[in-house]
């Protein structure tokens, strides 16, 4: 998750009084299965803390960035997504299916092919298992299906037409696509496609004293995605903001645990995400999105460094309205 490209534009004063739903993330962690009495736990802790809305992430697999090899994977298959999508609804979440590509050590970013041939057999590899989340989605009921999640080097192909089409056969609530920072946002062509304006955001902040720093990046974020989702007369969606509740974890906040050992700070975490979601919400943000929550229940806690927020003082944050 790499810097992002400030936006310039103000932010109309009527969105300001749209009210914003608040969620999360929510990764199945392999010990507290969906479908399970721990995940059913750790969704109903998640309605009780405040949220309205959760993300359930299916991660494709492919061996290498430049590797056309994609396979839908072991990783929330058909049955359990099912189950979480059953879950979040009995407790009365809306339900994003939110796809990503695992790529071992890089990122979804990094993704990108040197020949067309690569190209067609990603996209034909990709079509195939997002269709078979969207088939998922559709039978239990989510809300909103993402085509997409920070494929930076994919977004200006014209495969996304037919594959977002292809989306649609099968899906009938609304799709959108996480861009990756506004950077991406900016330069995506088929939000006209789509439903929503979404983005994940993690620009680096500055110092961990520097709240200065801060409010700036992340206002620079926001007026961005709401004038882009404006231009576009759509809802405008914050699909990841996060950081770690680690020491200094401002300068980067995309930065991983397994990146960069520090000691537990979170109290540095809440005042992050406090600000965050109070610009989204004074920026006319419709739906911010946390990274993120663990299907075990036991998940977060304080001497946790990761970007959980379970068992941690952000845990209250998604209350706040």
Not at 8 to 33: F, S, Y
Not at 250 to 275: G, I
Not at 286 to 306: E, N
Request: proline share 7%; net charge negative; hydrophobic share 45%.
């Amino acid at each position: 998750m790499a810097a992002a490209l400030p936006g310039l534009l103000a932010t109309p004063l009527a969105a300001k009084a749209r009210v914003m739903q608040i969620g999360v993330n929510m990764i199945e962690d392999p010990a507290a299965p969906f479908g399970g009495a721990q995940a059913r736990e750790s969704f109903a802790n998640l309605a009780a803390a405040g949220a309205t809305t959760v993300a359930l992430v299916p991660f494709f697999w492919q061996p290498g960035a430049s590797d056309p090899a994609l396979v839908r994977g072991s990783a929330l298959p058909r049955e359990r997504l099912f189950r979480g999508i059953e879950e979040a609804a009995r407790v009365g979440l809306d339900v994003l299916v939110k796809p990503h590509v695992w790529v071992p050590e890089r990122w979804a970013g990094s993704v990108v092919f040197s020949s067309e041939s690569d190209w067609h057999s990603w996209f034909d590899a990709y079509e195939s298992a997002l269709v078979d989340c969207a088939e998922t989605a559709a039978e239990a009921g989510a809300d909103v299906l993402s085509v997409g999640t920070e494929l930076l080097q994919t977004s200006a192909r014209p495969e996304w037409a037919r594959l977002i089409a292809r989306a649609r056969e099968v899906f009938p609530g609304r799709l959108t696509y996480v861009a990756h920072n506004s950077a991406e946002a900016q330069q995506v062509g088929f939000w006209n496609l789509l439903d929503i304006v979404t983005m994940s955001s993690y620009p680096p902040l500055g110092a961990p004293t520097d709240r200065a720093s801060w409010r700036r990046a992340i206002a620079d974020e926001v007026r961005a995605l709401r004038t882009l989702a404006d231009r576009h007369a759509k809802p405008a969606w914050l699909g990841e903001i996060g950081i770690r509740s680690a020491a200094d974890a401002t300068y980067k906040p995309w930065e991983s645990a397994e990146e960069r050992d520090a000691p537990p700070d979170p109290a540095l975490q809440e005042q992050v995400l406090r600000l965050w979601l109070d610009a989204a919400r004074q920026g006319g943000i419709d739906t911010a999105l946390v990274w993120r929550w663990l299907s075990d229940p036991q998940g977060g806690g304080p001497k946790d460094t990761d970007f959980t927020i379970q068992n941690k003082p952000a845990q209250s944050l998604l209350g706040l309205r």
